[in-house]
């Protein structure tokens, strides 16, 4: 599975959007863009996934690059309890007993700040 | 999103005792498990991958005499730490993934071990 970078830590003001970067540069074609976070002493919780088209849920939207070479995470509205360790993770997606093991890396710690 | 249980949340034991932890997929039917340690400040290392009813795939460098994990029901894996020592205090996640699309992987809150 293909290696993502992402800064170590970010701030955001409260009720501000959160833009959280992942690079991703050796994505190949079959690998989706996974992202969860972690809040201290937790265990990851799932936020929203994507391959190629954006994508928008409840928490969050997914913008992936047209070259799929880094995406960003944006939580529209940030409270404090969106302080956490957010994780951008590459896997592949095949299915039944063949998707791809999510292999964690330093992550982003992002505080969000009154 | 789908339920993953551990059990306990918490526990202490001696040096040289063995603890299990137990997962559960509470809504789902999980076919693949998996272990992570995570120690402070530091972030998840896959520990091992287990299908229901087949043996666990270790990573590297993952004692599998020590770490046993059980797969046996579609709903249920264990880990149990043997002969536990201080360097074993950690953060023990479980997850779980699904048989049926989207095939998401969902994590359990986690269990703290601590080895005195």
């Known amino acids: 599975d293909a290696k993502t970078t992402q800064p170590p830590s970010m701030d955001c003001a409260e009720g501000r959007a959160a833009n959280l970067p992942c690079n991703h540069s050796?994505?190949?074609?079959?690998?989706?863009v996974y992202w969860y976070r972690q809040i201290h002493s937790q265990g990851p919780q799932y936020i929203i996934h994507g391959l190629k088209n954006n994508e928008t849920n409840e928490m969050a939207s997914l913008i992936i690059t047209e070259d799929r070479k880094s995406s960003t995470l944006i939580l529209p509205h940030a409270t404090l309890r969106d302080t956490a360790v957010y994780y951008c993770?590459?896997?592949?997606?095949?299915?039944?007993?063949?998707?791809?093991?999510?292999?964690f890396g330093q992550g982003t710690e992002l505080s969000v700040k009154p | 999103g789908a339920v993953v249980s551990q059990h306990p949340s918490w526990v202490i034991c001696k040096s040289g005792t063995s603890v299990k932890i137990e997962c559960r997929s509470l809504?789902?039917?999980?076919?693949?498990m998996f272990w992570y340690r995570q120690f402070p400040k530091q972030s998840l290392m896959l520990m091992a991958t287990s299908n229901e009813g087949s043996k666990a795939t270790y990573e590297q460098g993952v004692e599998k005499d020590k770490f046993l994990i059980n797969h046996a029901s579609l709903t249920l894996s264990t880990l149990t730490v043997t002969s536990a020592h201080p360097e074993d205090s950690s953060f023990y996640i479980c997850?779980?993934?699904?048989?049926?699309?989207?095939?998401?992987?969902?994590f359990g809150p986690g269990t703290r071990l601590t080895v005195t």
């Open positions: 050796t994505i190949s074609g079959n690998e989706y």
């Open positions: 993770i590459v896997r592949v997606n095949r299915g039944y007993n063949q998707g791809g093991k999510l292999i």
């Open positions: 997850s779980a993934r699904g048989g049926t699309p989207p095939f998401e992987q969902y």
């Open positions: 809504d789902f039917q999980a076919t693949t």
